[in-house]
């Protein structure tokens, strides 16, 4: 595609509800990454993938985040037993490789925890 | 281990006056820099990038920046505001990595740029 997608752009849902964000990345990049927005953390880096592999997952908060990626394309992240601390924005983005070329970014996924 | 510091949260200038987003940051190696601007609602666009050679590097929309390693800074300007440059700017650092590549992105909190009529 043209950009980075994200679905959906919008989630509501209760604490204690598993949630699945989508992030498909720009056609040929290799490298995906996500990052999570909140209210007084700013931009935190989660994990990344590069191809299928994810070498650091340092990022992730706690147990409950999980991401995959399969045929190099279309990554998921699921969060398990939400939180209200989880409510953010959650941003992917892609870039040609690790380490090579600029990330560029998805609108975002606005996840509300009530 | 890296880290990023945008002084000043919210900055309001009036439309034709000098934009001066401020950033410093600490990195134990040669560092990567970027700048990237938000509009509401929207992901992150790079606005320019530091990676070796000319300091003073120049971007979209009229912005440039200037990587000082004796201050460890890399501020954004602009001449003349513009409305249409009301956004979130943020601020990134990254380590050279296996030749020359860079690594993952640390971000600064960003800085809110109103402008005014």
């Known amino acids: 595609g043209a950009g980075v997608s994200q679905s959906p752009s919008n989630k509501v849902t209760e604490k204690g509800k598993d949630v699945e964000l989508r992030c498909d990345p720009i056609s040929g990049h290799t490298a995906l990454y996500w990052y999570r927005q909140s209210l007084g953390q700013g931009l935190e880096f989660l994990i990344y993938f590069q191809g299928n592999s994810a070498p650091d997952k340092s990022g992730l908060p706690s147990d409950r985040f999980s991401a995959e990626r399969t045929g190099g394309s279309v990554s998921t992240l699921t969060i398990q037993r939400t939180q209200q601390e989880d409510s953010a924005v959650y941003l992917c983005?892609?870039?040609?490789?690790w380490g090579v070329g600029p990330q560029h970014f998805g609108d975002g996924t606005r996840l509300s925890i009530l | 281990a890296q880290s990023v510091t945008q002084l000043g949260s919210h900055v309001s200038v009036s439309e034709g006056a000098l934009v001066l987003l401020r950033c410093n940051y600490s990195s134990s190696v040669p560092p990567y820099l970027f700048w990237y601007v938000q509009y509401p609602n929207q992901g992150l666009q790079l606005l320019l990038k530091y990676t070796t050679g000319a300091t003073l590097v120049k971007g979209i929309n009229g912005f440039e920046a200037e990587f000082k390693k004796s201050e460890t800074s890399f501020h954004l300007t602009k001449p003349s505001a513009h409305m249409s440059d009301a956004a979130e700017y943020f601020c990134a650092v990254s380590d050279q990595v296996r030749g020359g590549s860079q690594g993952n992105l640390i971000f600064g909190k960003g800085t809110k740029l109103s402008v005014k009529p």
């Open positions: 983005a892609s870039s040609y490789e």
